[in-house]
């Protein structure tokens, strides 16, 4: 069995499992949803995306506030998860309905992304076992299941990134501009959907400078400008739109400014009694949370530097997402508060292990760390944690497969 899981080789026994993978993701998803089917109420982030698509069907003005139409046009948030829902809106005329619709597109995509993680594991490590044990955490580690019930970007924003690394890895490899350009638009989906990822664009390339293209910048200068075409093609649309509608340039959004203060305060002490001095607009508390984290490194370095980092990522990673939310529903409310620091532990130590053990594992731990450093620039929440997991159930994997394949060729040598 480790020997046929472990070849480049994708036999069908490999499609099978596979297969049966994508099933047991799509009953779990399903038996949630179906659980969850009647209730409505959307609050936070949600109902804001509700509320913004809906204005931008019947009003077509593009605009984010909180709990209620904007009324005016502004760039606070990247457009990819709002016209997605306006997609479905504009199709499906019942409010219900359209919340059901885009649960069922939800769960459809979060079913399929341990295959997304499946291609791109297979691809870079050059072996199936881990992209198999990585897919099947996947499918039914708990937040993941009840993820695609919420109107929020947890579920596209984890499959377009799976989808990007996959054909980034298969432009590099192969380089061929189709794989490239296709790369570049994913990641412009990507980037519309969460824009943390804009500035980990290089890493890929620096990984394949270090070991494919070794001595050949023409070769992947070229691959960067195609991929970059891709990305042009996208993003061109909303940069134009900004600087038409809004006077200005704007790459991403404007709205970071507010997790951005709200992360200034360790362990999110006095968070709310003070959060009112920053004002309200986002230059605003743009200029206060520079102001609070210069004074904080300035007056208690050790305070902040322990936030920033220790602090921060505990915060994240030492309980599940929503498991507070959705605690009354049996079986993921024991199930999940028991897999998810199995999961992390374990992949925590398959990442150390890997960092010494394998070239592929070390550029995928420092990616991750890359990309967990920019989360904690922010305030930190479960929800931050969503995509970085994957990275963490790739060493949990890594680190499975790597004992099994020690004990294995053990046995086989006594």
Known sequence: MLRMMKGIQTSKSIWLILGIIVIVASLLRGAFFIQQMRIFQLSGD??????????????????????????????????????????????IQDPYLQITAVRLIQIAIGALTPVFAFLFLRRIFRRNDIGIVTA???????????APVQLLTEVLAMATMLLYL??????????????????????????LIRPVMLPLAIVPFIYALATCYRGNIAGLFKVGVQTAIGVLILM?????????????????ATGSANPLLAGTYPNMEHMFEDFKRAGY?????????????????????????????????????????????????????GFNLAFHPIVMWTGFVGMLVGLFTNRVMRFLTV?????L???LIFIPTTRYAYQVIFFVMTGAAFL????????FYRKKTI
């Open 46 to 91: 949600a109902l804001n995306y509700h509320i913004m698509a809906h204005q931008l069907v019947e009003d077509h003005l593009y605009g984010y506030a909180l709990a209620r139409k904007s009324g005016e046009s502004n760039s606070y948030i990247t457009p990819g998860y709002p016209v997605f829902l306006a997609g479905v809106y504009s199709v």
């Open 136 to 146: 099947l955490l996947i499918a039914i580690y708990p937040p993941f299941v009840q």
């Open 166 to 191: 996959w054909l980034m890895t298969v432009a590099l490899e192969t380089r061929k501009w189709s794989y490239s350009v296709l790369a570049g638009l994913i990641f412009a989906v990507q980037i």
């Open 236 to 252: 061109l649309p909303w940069w134009i739109r900004n600087y038409i509608v809004l006077d200005k340039l704007i790459l991403t």
């Open 281 to 333: 607009t986002s230059a605003e508390q743009s200029w206060y949370a520079k102001k609070r984290i210069i004074e904080g490194f300035t007056t208690q370095p050790l305070v902040f530097l322990k936030w920033y980092t220790i602090g921060k990522t505990k915060v994240m990673f030492q309980t599940p997402w929503l498991y507070q939310e959705l605690y009354k529903t049996p079986p993921f409310y």
């Open 367 to 371: 990616y991750a760390a890359l990309f």
């Open 373 to 375: 450093s920019l989360y």
């Open 400 to 407: 499975v497969c790597w004992l099994a394949e020690k004990l």
